[in-house]
């Protein structure tokens, strides 16, 4: 028997994305107020966001060349900062006329905009208020999110809430957007007090979005990879369990069914550090009712059963790099996975396999909001970039999910990571993701001239044949 010809969507979202502090520069000018971004301690030798690739003048450039791409999609973030500089109160009508302009110019262009509406960046007046430690947050995301509705409701139809709220919380630290107070005595029990403050914001804005915008679409965006046991042994079975339940369901069966999932309860129970929970929190969660899933995927992970060894310490060491976490399980190398330059596993077959566990314990479409590689472009003398790499991991990826929706998943879109270069969150410039080349290093801004990248033509072509031919 034949297996029936898989074919994408007619009307799949296929795309790209960016966010805000990443890409567009302008960061202390035009209004905008500092965010926890601009206020952090950069790593050494990486490129400061002043400028960054000045997406903000420059991007009716940037989406001509998206639109020359065929792009249906546009995946970005609106900064909390730029249209309230001091995170609450006074709007500033500069920030919100910018992103107004860049959504009309989307549209213009026959690109669905996709907003993101918090993406690693705080406004700093907020977080010397206590971030996302102080139940105010709530409110404040709300009303935050309000205005965004009202300003933008009228032409953008699909919205994502936080960006990696789980990367938040495991590794808030390496993002730069995480505020333990100092003297905390309890670490674990303050960072997932601020995590269900988020979820409870999310959940407050999902509803919103619903009573103001009843069209419109709204979705959580988290970073999902599956975790796999790292061998027959039916410890590392129960680990790999214990680590898709901290990484990945607690986000997702908060958003979808208003519920923490149990064995994160139990666990933050035997931490002490279950979050105080205000009346009516969990009416709010249940109420909020996502329409899609957002979904970033870079990786899968791999562990086996926790075991204390002296003088090793436990720890998410980035978004996709782990060493495990106390008492729930050990992160291991996977033998079976090559690896990028910037040491992260390459596992296209776990993509498939993580979009069917998603969608068969979820049931809801999902859209890729983030997916791609990160590596070191070079630019020719006669203005080439040359990034079959790149072409191979996005070709791969394409092939898996497209299994994916020939095994029932139903998919809304594919928007990789990234649209254009950008400032990577920890590791600078040098680490290129994007279709478009800008001719910046982390030591000095240069031309900031765009170039197209093999891989820009490649995606040119994926998109014109909707994803039948990948060669």
Known sequence: MTKKTIEFPSNFFWGASSSAYQVEGASLTNGKGPSS???????EGTADLTVSVDHYHRYKEDIALMAEMGFKSYRFSISWSRVLPNGKGEVNQEGLDFYSNLIDECIKHNI?????MFHFDMPAALDNLGSWGNRDSVQWFVDYAKLLFETYGDRVK????????NMLTLVGNVIGTLRVPEGTENVTKEIYQQNHHMLVAQAKAMELCHQLLPDAKIAPAPNIAIAYAASKKPEDALAAQNANAIRNWLYLDMAVYGKYNNLVWTWLADQDALPDIVEGDFESLANAKPDFLGINYYNTLTVREYEAQDGYEVEFKSQQEN???????L???????????????????????TLREIYSRYHLPILITENGLGAYDELTEDGKIHDDYRIN????????MKLAIGDGVEMLGYNPWSAIDLISTHEGIRKRYGFIYV??????VGSLQRYRKDSFFWYQGVIANNGQDLS
């Open 439 to 444: 001719d910046r290093d982390d030591e000095s």
């Open 331 to 353: 992160g291991v190398d996977n033998e079976f996975l090559p690896k990028t330059e910037f040491g992260w596993e390459i596992d296209p077959i776990g993509f498939r396999a």
């Open 158 to 165: 699909y919205w994502l809430t936080i960006n990696e709220q």
């Open 112 to 116: 669905e905009p996709i907003v993101t």
């Open 37 to 43: 971004q601009d206020t952090k301690v950069l790593p």
């Open 393 to 400: 991991y996005l070709r791969t990826h394409i092939e898996q």
């Open 323 to 329: 060493s495990g976490l106390e008492n729930m399980f």
